[in-house]
């Protein structure tokens, strides 16, 4: 198999938007799946959820106190404190059956339901009680201490709007809103292909030349935290016939991905198997970043295929610029890129190239006094350094139109997650 591109290197490289947008025009929604809500967590809501309840479904008290009418209160001090007859008294899960009426109190838990007639709650500790009296010394506002019906959510309100991830405070109001069930998308299935005949297994002790690979798992955990479900399909070796027959079992799956055999090597065969197919388009094969400039990027059989590099830090890049984004595009999530970014002052120079969009590894640090974050690059930066993605908070991306960042520059730092 020969190509003008092998053993010679890349004649022109494609920029990162470009691609982006190259595949997005491929990238196919998954179906939608009714699911339990308590299992929605990291999902995305296929359709508005629309509440059937008010919530509260009746006004309630944030409070122990006495319930009243606020209007009675008007003008009490502790000079001249305004008294109120308890005519009931409220227990947990219990309601009151009385009117509350002209200087009239029914004492009330925490969460209770503020009986009929008052509209406002006093705390225990803002009254003194006489018997079956209190006395009140300040003036209350109407509705203070009280959740008013439907205050937090009304009843045929969009609670969560199509498109949204499931965190622990939208699982909490879909329950509390008494949705037992909700619609989200699938979550792709992703195969994920390791290549190289110099890999070993982990737990193996590797030879001379051998490497144990690991770029599979820390794929594998990307994929989950970015909301697919991953499977692992194995090693393979730098064979085609092994390669070709790894991908024909991994086109069940929604996306694949190998790592290593991506760029331009006599053992690096898998753009040019997918380019000899029939079924396969090649996107882009060379993109004009730093580290992972050699990624390739397909679709055989509508399927998104991913070529990343063999080194780990490369490879992980490689994930969050595309895969990433293809993860959350076909269950069409409002937000692509979900990770948080911060704005830090860059404490020395950054030096890069025209035309290249660059991924610098950075470690974040807080200044009391300043008030401001400070971006420190990580000296040890290859692309098969390991430890520096573990010591880095997250990644400074400068743009294809700059020559660098010089120190002091503001700039956003996009963090790893989770963190």
Not at 116 to 141: H, L, Q, R, W
């Amino acid at each position: 198999m020969h190509d003008d591109i092998r053993l010679k290197g890349f004649k022109q490289f494609t920029p990162i938007d470009e691609v982006l947008a190259l595949l997005d025009k491929k990238i196919k929604i998954m179906p939608i799946e009714k699911i339990k809500t308590i299992s929605a967590l990291g999902r995305i809501i296929a359709s508005d959820v629309i509440s059937p309840i008010d919530l509260p479904h009746f006004p309630r008290s944030a409070m122990d106190g006495y319930a009243v009418r606020s209007k009675d209160t008007f003008g009490a001090s502790l000079r001249a404190p305004k008294h109120f007859k308890i005519i009931d008294k409220i227990k947990i899960n219990e309601t009151s059956n009385k009117i509350v009426k002209e200087n009239e109190a029914v004492q009330i838990p925490t969460g209770g339901p503020v009986p009929e007639g008052a509209d406002s709650v006093i705390k225990f500790e803002d009254t003194k009680k006489n018997d079956d009296y209190i006395e009140v010394y300040f003036p209350i506002s109407p509705f203070k201490n009280v959740a008013k019906k439907g205050e937090d959510v009304k009843k045929d309100e969009i609670i969560i709007s199509k498109g949204t991830i499931i965190r622990p405070q939208e699982l909490t109001l879909l329950l509390a809103c008494n949705i037992l069930e909700i619609e989200v998308y699938k979550k792709p299935r992703v195969a994920i292909v390791p290549t190289g005949s110099e890999l070993v297994e982990i737990g193996e002790k590797p030879k001379i030349g051998q490497i144990i690979e690991t770029n599979s798992y820390s794929i594998a955990s990307l994929c989950q935290i970015y909301g697919a479900d991953p499977t692992r399909l194995g090693i393979i070796k730098d064979d085609e016939k092994l390669l070709a027959d790894i991908l024909e079992q991994a086109l069940k799956y929604d996306i694949i991905i190998f790592t290593g055999g991506s760029s331009v090597g006599e053992y690096d065969l898998i753009p040019y198997l997918i380019k000899n197919r029939n079924d396969s388009e090649i996107l882009a094969h060379g993109i004009s970043m730093r580290p992972g400039s050699p990624t390739a990027i397909a679709i055989v059989r509508d399927k998104p295929v991913f070529c990343l590099s063999g080194y780990p830090v490369a490879a992980m890049i490689g994930f969050e610029t595309f895969i990433g984004h293809t993860i959350r595009k076909m269950m069409n999530a409002k937000r692509l890129d979900p990770r948080p970014f911060v704005k830090a002052v860059l404490k020395r120079q950054i030096p890069s190239r025209l035309g290249r969009r660059d991924f610098v590894r950075v470690k974040l640090t807080f200044d009391k006094e300043q008030k401001k974050f400070f971006a420190e690059p990580i000296r040890s930066s290859g692309s098969g350094i390991i430890s520096s993605v573990v010591r880095a908070s997250g990644i400074i991306e400068i743009s294809e139109d700059l020559e660098g960042i010089d120190k002091n520059e503001e700039v956003i730092v996009k963090l790893y997650l989770p963190r």
